[in-house]
């Protein structure tokens, strides 16, 4: 595997190795994308018009204030605090998803396309989505390497990106 190790954070087990790079990039087309399309040309943007400017700035705040929460969570618990050992987290808000800071990131790219209803940023989104779940794949094999059945039980409670639906 081609695992990306933190230096300053021995605890973590490690993560994709292009996977920062990746966001970076995905970041960048998806601000010029969202700029050039909502802002400049406004080629796919009619749906704004359809849908009331309060409506798609109030859903969209709360959209990126639960990206805000997860992803601020996720980083505190997996940077801000140091562990001893080793340890699956599934405390905070990894009792939601097992990936919150790339749910946060994902929502985020929601908020800003719902304020503009630009559908190439739609587009962009859904590719990005896609290539949230390929590094949460490739970092959940490494996470089950490292932490066997205690990861398995906690994959059976915790949807990866998208919280399960559970009978209680």
Do not use: C
């Amino acid at each position: 595997m081609s695992t990306k190790k933190h230096t300053k954070h021995p605890h973590l087990a490690g993560e994709h190795r292009w996977g920062d790079m990746g966001q970076l990039i995905l970041f960048f087309m998806f601000l010029g994308v969202w700029i050039t399309d909502s802002f400049l040309f406004q080629y796919s943007t009619s749906l704004e018009e359809v849908v009331p400017d309060y409506i798609r700035v109030i859903v969209a705040g709360l959209v990126l204030l639960a990206g805000w929460y997860l992803a601020r969570g996720g980083m505190k618990a997996v940077f801000g605090t140091v562990r001893e050992k080793p340890e699956v987290i599934n405390t905070g808000v990894f009792r939601i998803v097992r990936h919150p800071i790339y749910l946060g990131a994902i929502l985020f790219y929601l908020g800003a396309t719902l304020i503009t209803m630009s559908i190439a940023s739609a587009a962009l989104w859904l590719l990005i989505i896609g290539f949230y779940i390929g590094i949460s794949r490739y970092e959940e094999r490494i996470l089950t390497e490292a932490f066997g059945n205690d990861y398995l039980e906690y994959k059976k409670k915790t949807g990866m990106l998208f919280p399960k639906l559970r009978s209680h």
